[in-house]
């Protein structure tokens, strides 16, 4: 199988003001680096949960596509039905904060 990486990267959240209330954290949150392997329904829901924690970088690693059966437990919904995983959880990703 083929994997598939795609790079989340974000900007300084203080300059965005979409996570305000928790300012003392960010600056040091937005240095971190995650990679997530995998992003079923576990995957999708942890990296949409790092992204609003404040993670300034996601690795997000996965060879599969988005199927019909899987769209009850995942993150994204039925329009990404079909397209690469890494692809509809950055989009996922960048719907919540187009600064990341």
Do not use: T
């Amino acid at each position: 199988k083929q994997w598939y990486q795609r790079r989340v990267r974000g900007m300084p959240a203080r300059s965005s003001g979409l996570q305000s209330r928790s300012k003392g954290l960010l600056p040091a949150m937005n240095e971190k680096r995650v990679g997530v392997i995998g992003l079923g329904s576990g995957g999708s829901i942890i990296c949409e949960e790092l992204a609003k924690a404040g993670i300034g970088n996601l690795v997000l690693i996965d060879h599969d596509r988005l199927e019909f059966h899987n769209v009850a437990r995942h993150a994204c919904s039925l329009d990404d039905v079909g397209r690469k995983k890494v692809n509809a959880v950055k989009d996922l990703i960048l719907k919540k904060n187009p600064y990341w």
